[in-house]
């Protein structure tokens, strides 16, 4: 028990890591043990493959061993360009979901699966693109904005769409250093070009291309997938739900859904909801249909509809062994591959929907672009079929669920913040509310906590460690991805978890009606949490720089979560790391990341493996730049 402490706070996952030794199966915990001390080489960034004369690996020392590669690429270069891929790789990642949603807005239609549900967000969308919009159809617009939106993935001149809430001064910062995006693709091929073999070998330049590449994630990609989702889906709204593995039920077919983009969840949804459905579900000896989520499309089906939250990343496999699980569905991203293997071990139906991501032992379902629906009810009708065959001699199902409030758009926060104020004095539907108590020093500043969870650090422990230290400092907490399911599992997504918030941010809760850890969403609506700080922003006049904001990511794993911070340090905001990325080889490369950048762009980033400590540095850093705003 005590090695099983340092695995993870969340009790749940210790019974189902006791169950999973018990019954001789594997999860990653063990496969990390398995794979011995990592490689210091690729963990120090310094080996590279870029061309068939290597592998070569040089020394993370200076002046010891190889200092150079066969072409001559030093350590610098070499992780430079390595780290440039990784931030390449996550940002291809969001902007392949991206496009997939613009090009469902293309293919939305009055009467198809795909409808336009928030007209509003419609017209504002289309306005920053000069779409006009006055007097015409609905569908003529949504596809002239989708249209519009497909340019700037593939833009070959100018620079995309940037959206208003990119403060001037942010812009003016990254005309000066040539970072403003081109078109979303071309700064990802940008950075494969690049790093080939005898082409970039200046660790600054390299940077530079994965800053511009990173913004076209943050303020292109992954905005879109953001609005465009909202357009068609609905803009999220407070609703509860409730969270961990405990959420499964044993006498309704339990459908769990894992992935990223929010197309496949909703046809499950509106599958899962048919009266047809539930009848046969019932006629196969269940009491109904119960969905649940892992990692982004969790939040998003939660943030939209209330779907109960089951687990994060490193949970996927432990839904699996509570043996309850009669589908569990996937699309794109984050997904084991071990999860083909570990399904045989019971009666649960692995399903793959996404050309995108096959993987050799799933059943593939794929996703019929112009009947999207249809595949959401073979599926769901492939979950039911499977119910009967539920050993239910294997099965566990945690006792633990908890209650959690999710639904924390920026429209829904304007909405709460319009709670607070005199709609005779006005503005209504702004920030104001917000920045007046962050420059009143009732709440000291805000920050995100967001990404993966990560064997090498104790699952949890990270996210949910630094949020309790941010809040009981007066730092309000706006959380998405598996950060966001950690505070939800724990209790910190629910109003009274204002009790372990300070004075000045329990006052706030208090006033507002809200918890002190706003639950914004998906890994892409990260980009929500862009608009609302570049708002805030706006509103006092100041750049993101200047504002008491910090990002933190403490238990990040994946490329995404790179091209993330990048997106995040380069808009400004100071960025920690939990997890030591591999670049400690470079010594240029860890001093412009960790200090010089902050003259290109006013942030920088911070890695920090003790989340205490990350908190303690937070508060001091936020405190100085009260302090240099006068505040
Ligand atoms: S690109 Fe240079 S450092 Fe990389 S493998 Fe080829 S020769 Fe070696
Ligand atoms: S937070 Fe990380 S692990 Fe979780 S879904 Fe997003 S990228 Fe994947």
């Known amino acids: 028990m005590s090695e099983e402490k340092v695995i993870s706070v969340d009790q749940t996952t210790l019974q189902m890591l006791d169950k999973a030794k018990n019954e001789g199966l594997e999860t990653a915990w063990d496969r990390k043990v398995a794979q011995k001390a990592a490689c210091g080489f690729g963990s120090a960034g310094v080996c590279c493959r870029n061309c068939t004369m290597g592998p070569c690996r040089v020394s993370p020392v200076p002046g010891k061993g190889a200092e150079r590669g066969i072409c001559g690429a030093t350590a610098d270069v070499i992780v430079a360009r390595n780290f440039a891929r990784m931030v390449a790789g996550g940002a291809a990642a969001h902007a392949d979901h991206g496009r997939s949603i613009v090009l469902e807005l293309l293919h939305a239609s009055p009467n198809g699966a795909i409808q336009v549900k928030d007209e509003k967000k419609l017209k504002k969308v289309a306005a920053r693109f000069g779409i006009e919009t006055e007097g015409r159809d609905v569908y003529d617009v949504a596809h002239e904005l989708a249209q519009a939106g497909l340019r700037d993935f593939g833009r070959q001149e100018g620079h995309i769409v940037l959206p208003p809430t990119v403060p001037a001064k942010r812009k ?232 959690a409030e999710v639904g924390y758009s920026t429209e829904e926060i304007l909405n709460k913040l319009d709670g607070v104020v005199n709609s005779h004095i006005g503005p209504m539907q702004s920030t104001k509310p917000l920045a007046d108590v962050i420059v009143a020093g009732v709440i000291r500043g805000a920050a995100g906590v967001v990404g993966c969870n990560n064997p090498k650090t104790v699952h949890d422990e990270g996210h949910l460690e630094v949020i309790k230290g941010l809040i009981k400092n007066d730092i309000i907490v706006v959380t998405t991805g598996c950060a966001a399911q950690a505070a939800a599992k724990a209790g910190l997504l629910t109003k009274e978890a204002k009790e372990l918030a300070g004075p000045g941010l329990k006052k706030v809760c208090e006033l507002v009606d809200i918890p002190p850890v706003l639950h914004m969403g998906s890994c892409v609506d990260i980009s929500r949490i862009l608009e609302l700080v570049g708002m805030t922003a706006n509103q ?92």
């Open 172 to 403: 003016e910062i990254w005309e000066k250093l040539d970072i403003v995006p081109r078109g979303f693709d071309r700064e990802v091929v940008a950075i494969m070009h690049s790093t080939h073999i005898g082409c970039m070998a200046d660790a600054e330049a390299i940077l530079k291309m994965g800053l511009r590449c990173g913004l076209a994630d943050g303020w292109l990609g992954s905005y879109m997938a953001t609005e465009f989702s909202d357009i068609m889906f609905g803009t999220p709204h407070s609703r509860p739900t409730e969270a961990s593995l405990g959420v499964l039920e044993h006498n309704q077919v339990n459908i769990v859904l894992h992935g990223h983009e929010p197309v496949l969840s909703e046809m499950i949804v509106a599958a899962a909801e048919m009266p047809e459905m539930i009848e046969l579900a019932k006629s196969q000896g269940a009491d109904g249909i119960n969905l649940c989520g892992m990692c982004c499309t969790a939040n998003e089906a939660t943030m939209r509809h209330g779907v109960k939250l089951a687990g994060n990343f490193m949970q996927q496999e432990l839904a699996v062994i509570t043996g309850a699980v009669d589908a569990l569905v996937v699309d794109v991203q984050c997904i084991f591959p071990a999860l083909a293997k570990l399904s045989e071990s019971y009666h649960t139906k692995f399903i793959t929907t996404s050309p995108k991501a096959r993987i050799t032992g799933a059943t593939h379902m794929e996703m019929d672009e112009a009947a999207p629906l249809k595949t959401g009810i073979a599926v769901v009708k492939e979950a039911i079929m499977n119910f009967k065959n539920r050993d239910k001699s294997k099965v566990m199902i945690p006792e633990a669920k908890t209650k």
């Open 540 to 631: 006092l006049g100041v750049d993101i720089s200047d504002l008491p904001v910090v990002g933190i990511a403490p238990e990040y794993m994946s490329e995404k979560a790179i091209s993330i911070g990048n997106y995040v340090v380069a808009s400004g905001i100071d960025t920690w790391l939990g997890v030591v990325p591999p670049v400690t080889g470079g010594p240029e490369v860890v001093d412009i990341l960790t200090n010089r950048i902050e003259e290109w762009v006013g942030a920088k980033f911070f890695v920090e493996t003790d989340p205490h400590k990350t908190v303690e540095q937070i508060v001091n850093r936020v405190n100085e730049k009260r302090k240099k705003l006068g505040i």
